[in-house]
C-alpha cells in the first residue's frame, strides 16, 4: 500500500538541509509520496528508512524492461496523466506481428522491413522496436523453429504470444538470454507462467478480461515476488481498450494502486484489417496509454507517421530541442559560397540544411546558441538580436573559412538588417532571406548565380 506524505516525511531526516532541491523535508515527502521524485534525491535517507520507502519511492508505472543488449526496450515509470504536467518518461514500443503460419520467404521478408526502417528526424533515429511472434499454427514446433529464424536475422526484442503454456515455456528457456516478453498468464494458467518467469527471469504479460480480475492476477504474482510484468486488458474493440487505459493509468497515478502500476500493451491489428484504421487505432493508445503495441504490418506509409506522432508526444515539452551551436558545411562550401544564420532549434536547424541541401548550392549555416528557441521566440526573448549574432558571427571563425563578407538572415527578423551591420562594421553586409523555409532552395540558386 502507498505511504501518505506524512508518513514518508516521517521516516525522513527532518533537516530540511536543501539537498534533494526542495526547500523542506515535508516538500520532498509530499513529492515523493505524488511518484514525482525519487527517494535517491535525499543524500541522508537512512538504510532503514530507504527499506522501508522502497515502495513508496517507486513510480506508480514500475519500470518493465523487454529484451537485452542494445536493443533492450524501457517501459513504465510513468508519473504523470498529462506530458505538460511533467512528462511522458518512457515511449512506447512499436512491435510488428509476424505468425509462425506465415510462408518462409514471408517471414524473412518482413523482418528485413522490420529491421530496415529507421529515418532521422531532428536529430533522433525513429524505428520500430520489436517482433511480436504468433503461436498461430497452435504447433509447438513451427513456433520454435520460427523464433529461431527472427532470432538469427534480426537483433529486436521479441514478445512470444502462445496460448499453449508448454511452447511458452521452451521458448522462455530457450531464448531467456534474449529476455523476451512471454504473453500471457492468466486465470487458467497463472502458476505456470510465474514459474517461467522465475525460472527464465523474462517479463510476463499478464492477461485479465476486466480490472478486477486483472488485480488479482497482479495480486498473486507480487506475492511471489515477481514485479517484472505488463498488462494486457480489453475486448480488442477500440471503445473499450481505450477506456480500460485510461482507467489503468489514472488508478495507478491518482488512486496510487499498486496493483495496476504496470505497462500495458495493446494490439491494433487484431482490431480491424485495413491497415490505414489501424495505424489510425494505433495513434489513439501512443497518446493513452499503451507502452507496447503491435501492429500487423511495417509498410512505411503507415509506420512512419505513427513514429513522428510518438517522437512528437514523447518530447519533453520542458526542454527545446537543439543541436550543436557552430559552422555547419552543407555540401563542400568554399570561400566564395553563401552564408546564412539560423537558431540551434532542431527543427529549424534540420528544415533549413535540408532546404539548403536541396538547393544544390554548396553554403555555410551559422547555428546560434539561443537555448534550442526558434527564430521568432529567440528574437522575442531578446536572444537573437544584433549586438548577440554580431558577437557570435566574429567568435565564430567564419571569416577565417570565406572571404565572403555577405550573411543571410531570416525573412521574419528582417528589421535587424540595418542594426546588424552597424554591430558587425567592417564592411559586412546582410542580406534578408525568405520568410518560408520551403523558399529558401529557390533563394539560393537565384543568390548564388
Known amino acids: 500500500m502507498a505511504l501518505s506524505g506524512l508518513e514518508i516525511f516521517k521516516k525522513l531526516p527532518k533537516t530540511n538541509c536543501k539537498d534533494c532541491g526542495f526547500p523542506t523535508c515535508l516538500a520532498f515527502a509530499m513529492q515523493l509520496a505524488a511518484g514525482k521524485v525519487e527517494l535517491e534525491k ?146 487458467d494458467n497463472i502458476d505456470d507462467i510465474l514459474a517461467i518467469c522465475k525460472d527464465t527471469g523474462c517479463p510476463i504479460v499478464v492477461k485479465g478480461s476486466s480490472v478486477d480480475e486483472v488485480m488479482e492476477l497482479t495480486a498473486k504474482a507480487r506475492e511471489d515476488g515477481i514485479k517484472n510484468m505488463i498488462i494486457d486488458i480489453g475486448s480488442r474493440k477500440l471503445k473499450d481498450d481505450f477506456y480500460n487505459q485510461v482507467i489503468l493509468r489514472s488508478a495507478a497515478i491518482k488512486k496510487q494502486e499498486r496493483s495496476l502500476g504496470y505497462p500495458t500493451i495493446v494490439f491494433p491489428d487484431e482490431m480491424t484489417d485495413d491497415p490505414q484504421m489501424e495505424a489510425l487505432l494505433a495513434t489513439v493508445f501512443v497518446a493513452k496509454y499503451a507502452s507496447v503495441i503491435v501492429l500487423s504490418n511495417a509498410d512505411r506509409q503507415n509506420i512512419y507517421p505513427l513514429l513522428v506522432y510518438r517522437q512528437n508526444i514523447y518530447t519533453d515539452p520542458r526542454r527545446p530541442m537543439q543541436v550543436e551551436e557552430k559552422i555547419y558545411e552543407i555540401g563542400k562550401p568554399d570561400e566564395n559560397s553563401p552564408i546564412l544564420i539560423t537558431t540551434n532549434f532542431s527543427l529549424t536547424y534540420f528544415i533549413i540544411s535540408g532546404e539548403v541541401e536541396t538547393s544544390k548550392v554548396d ?46 538572415i531570416p525573412g521574419y527578423v528582417a528589421q535587424l538588417q540595418g542594426e546588424l551591420e552597424d554591430e558587425l562594421g567592417d564592411g559586412w553586409k546582410i542580406i534578408v532571406g525568405p520568410r518560408e523555409a520551403g523558399e529558401v532552395s529557390k533563394f539560393l540558386k537565384e543568390y548564388a548565380s
Not at 512506447?92 to 517471414?107: L, Q, Y
Open 42 to 187: 535525499c543524500p541522508h535517507v537512512s538504510d532503514e528508512a530507504k527499506e522501508s520507502l522502497a515502495e513508496a519511492s517507486q513510480p506508480p508505472i514500475l519500470k518493465v524492461e523487454i529484451g537485452s543488449g542494445e536493443g533492450v526496450i524501457t517501459l513504465g515509470e510513468e508519473t504523470v496523466l498529462f506530458r505538460h504536467d511533467r512528462t511522458f518518461v518512457n515511449q512506447n514500443a512499436f512491435a510488428v506481428t509476424i505468425n509462425d503460419d506465415m510462408p518462409d520467404e514471408k517471414i524473412e521478408s518482413m523482418v528485413g522491413e522490420i529491421n530496415d526502417i529507421a529515418y532521422e528526424r531532428v536529430g533522433m533515429t525513429l524505428a520500430l522496436d520489436a517482433v511480436c511472434i504468433k503461436n498461430k499454427s497452435g504447433d509447438k514446433a513451427k513456433f520454435m523453429a520460427v523464433i529461431e529464424k527472427i532470432s538469427s536475422l534480426s537483433k529486436k526484442p521479441m514478445i512470444l504470444v502462445s496460448t499453449d503454456t508448454a511452447s511458452l515455456k521452451e521458448a522462455a528457456e530457450k531464448f531467456k538470454d534474449k529476455k523476451p516478453l512471454i504473453h500471457g498468464a492468466s486465470k
Open 363 to 408: 553554403a555555410w549555416l551559422l547555428v546560434m546558441n539561443v537555448e534550442g528557441q526558434s527564430v521568432l521566440t529567440a528574437w522575442a526573448a531578446g536572444k537573437f538580436v544584433p549586438e548577440l549574432i554580431a558577437q557570435f558571427i566574429k567568435k565564430s571563425g567564419i571569416q577565417d573559412k570565406t572571404s565572403k563578407k555577405e550573411i543571410v
